[in-house]
């Protein structure tokens, strides 16, 4: 049990198009899902943390006008990278919580790797 | 705030050599800690957690850690190293929030 998935794997676009990555949980639901971006030999870098049915709560230098969340079910959130340019590229991950007897663990997805040409 | 820090961007050991990943935290309410494996191009997939139980923590494929509150050290270990062990090894603290806190990462190269 706790399979998180992403959709797409990988994503090559043009500059300035926009391009969604879907989050869900597959056999649990997820109240809070979590996007992290990852750069090349980087660590994980938090961008937001999505809760079904309010508003995403972006980390600080975040723009939430470019990285646009929305957590509409207790499976899905997805992640919609606007007008995307090359600095956007990068790989990005999303993790669902669940609660266990100790505390609400997080389970990740296997990745989008986005390229902006 | 929580932060862990990784001593040590990468680690080569020989294959069947003792692996010892070393993450130090800093936390002012007891922690929870994590060790998490990334393949490349992979998502996280978790080795073992501490969750203020038990101070020595057996995870998946060998791998074991022990919570030292004295030296605020969670380091990582396998007492044999196998060549499917070469990834990438990220420390983690879960922030009362919720939010998790990832260390730098390490590298770990097994040599045959």
């Known amino acids: 049990g706790a399979v998180v998935s992403q959709h797409p794997s990988w994503v090559i676009c043009k500059s300035g198009t926009s391009v969604k990555i879907e989050c869900r949980s597959l056999?649990?639901?997820?109240?809070?899902m979590f996007w992290y971006r990852q750069f090349p030999k980087q660590s994980l870098m938090l961008m937001a943390t999505?809760?079904?049915?309010?508003?995403?709560?972006?980390e600080q230098g975040v723009e939430k006008d470019k990285f646009l969340i929305n957590h509409a079910s207790l499976t899905l959130s997805t992640l919609t990278v606007t007008s995307a340019h090359p600095e956007d590229s990068s790989f990005y991950i999303c993790s669902a919580s669940r609660k266990t007897q100790v505390y609400n663990e997080q389970f990740f997805g296997p990745g989008t790797r986005l390229t902006v040409l | 705030a929580q932060s862990v820090t990784q001593l040590g961007s990468h680690v080569s050991v020989s294959e069947g050599a003792l692996v010892l990943l070393r993450c130090n935290y800093s936390?002012?309410?007891?922690?929870?800690l994590f060790w998490y494996v990334q393949y490349p191009n992979q998502g996280l997939q978790l080795l073992l957690k501490y969750t203020s139980a038990a101070t020595l923590v057996k995870g998946i494929n060998g791998f074991e850690a022990e919570f030292k509150k004295s030296e605020t050290s969670f380091h990582l270990t396998k007492p044999s190293a196998h060549m499917s062990d070469a990834a990438e090894y990220f420390c983690?603290?879960?922030?009362?929030?919720?939010?998790?806190?990832f260390g730098q990462g390490t590298t770990l190269q097994v040599k045959p």
């Open positions: 936390s002012s309410v007891p922690p929870y």
């Open positions: 999505s809760n079904e049915g309010s508003k995403a709560t972006y």
């Open positions: 056999d649990f639901q997820a109240t809070t």
């Open positions: 983690a603290v879960r922030r009362p929030t919720g939010k998790l806190i």
